[in-house]
T-cell receptor, first 114, second 110 residues
Framework: DSGVTQTPKHLITATGQRVTLRCSPRSGDLSVYWYQQSLDQGLQFLIQYYNGEERAKGNILERFSAQQFPDLHSELNLSSLELGDSALYFC?????????????FGNGTRLTVT | EDQVTQSPEALRLQEGESSSLNCSYTVSGLRGLFWYRQDPGKGPEFLFTLYSAGEEKEKERLKATLTKKESFLHITAPKPEDSATYLCAVQGGGADGLTFGKGTHLIIQP
């Protein structure tokens, strides 16, 4: 168990809808990362937060947004969903603001858009 | 742009048959190379971090090595429970998260 908690585990929704994925990082970790994993693309970095502030953006669509709250949990909001958004979404946390320690991943949210 | 290429894409071994997985990378200012194991339906599980060429790390039947251009994950006398997808990732000098390869899907047959 990595200590990173993601909810829900599964989500099935229709095209055009909006969903929110939630992540609680490991105790003491200040950085939260969001990744998308699809069969053909592998793990793709979406966005990073450190202690409540956005720090870096990767391949995140404008329809997607995220935030990190004062208690350090994070939410990823996906709107105007399309079939191609179906994927596994992972949250990971890291101890501090540095970049040489490993990321610890949750078990993901499987999103299915029908 | 940081890039990671893993080979082979898939590997099937008999129990006890040792082998190596390859991870080639290009990165601007390597801060660390990471190996993960991922089981179906689960998140990646951290295995090793390597920071500089020549470094080696071991854990049970796994040994990771690093050169300036690639890393190897050596699996000695594997068991069926070692079956998983093994992911390699690099952290470059930018603020982005880890850049991952697509992984090697390893199957160990009893």
């Amino acid at each position: 168990d990595s200590g990173v908690t993601q909810t829900p585990k599964h989500l099935i929704t229709a095209t055009g809808q909006r969903v929110t994925l939630r992540c609680s990082p490991r105790s003491g970790d200040l950085s939260v990362y969001w990744y998308q994993q699809s069969l053909d693309q592998g793990l793709q970095f979406l966005i990073q937060y450190y202690n409540g502030e956005e720090r870096a953006k990767g391949n995140i669509l404008e329809r997607f947004s995220a935030q990190q709250f004062p208690d350090l949990h994070s939410e990823l909001n996906l709107s105007s969903l399309e079939l191609g958004d179906s994927a596994l979404y992972f949250c990971a946390s890291r101890r501090g603001g540095g970049y040489d320690s490993p990321l610890h991943f949750g078990n993901g949210t499987r999103l299915t858009v029908t | 742009e940081d890039q990671v290429t893993q080979s082979p894409e898939a590997l099937r071994l008999q129990e006890g048959e040792s082998s190596s997985l390859n991870c080639s990378y290009t990165v601007s200012g390597l801060r660390g190379l990471f190996w993960y194991r991922q089981d179906p339906g689960k998140g990646p599980e951290f295995l090793f971090t390597l920071y500089s060429a020549g470094e080696e790390k071991e854990k049970e039947r796994l040994k990771a090595t690093l050169t300036k251009k690639e890393s190897f994950l050596h699996i000695t006398a594997p068991k069926p429970e070692d079956s998983a997808t093994y992911l390699c990732a690099v952290q470059g000098g930018g603020a982005d998260g880890l850049t991952f390869g697509k992984g090697t899907h390893l199957i160990i047959q009893p």
